[in-house]
């Protein structure tokens, strides 16, 4: 099923899916601590595939970007859900 997100069609997520950079100290974080918590979420590593890092574009260049599966993009990570 797909939806529409700030106007770009997208398929209808189970879990949030993260964009991430390997060398990213903050990506890091939020990996540990959602991973420590036992949150699941789809990780896409925007410097092992084009195509991930096309669609991470779309969004912002700097990364982590968070889509949860409500629509709501959230930019970097400070610790906290949502």
Do not use: K, N
Request: aromatic fraction near 10%.
């Amino acid at each position: 099923m797909w939806e529409c997100i700030q106007g770009r069609e997208v398929e209808e997520m189970a879990v949030p899916i993260v964009y991430t950079l390997s060398t990213c100290p903050t990506c890091e974080d939020l990996r540990a601590d959602w991973t420590h918590r036992g949150i699941a979420f789809e990780e896409r590593t925007v410097d092992q595939s084009q195509a991930w890092l096309d669609e991470a574009l779309g969004y912002d260049d700097t990364v982590p970007i968070i889509i949860y599966e409500d629509g709501r993009i959230e930019i970097g990570f400070a610790g906290e859900i949502g």
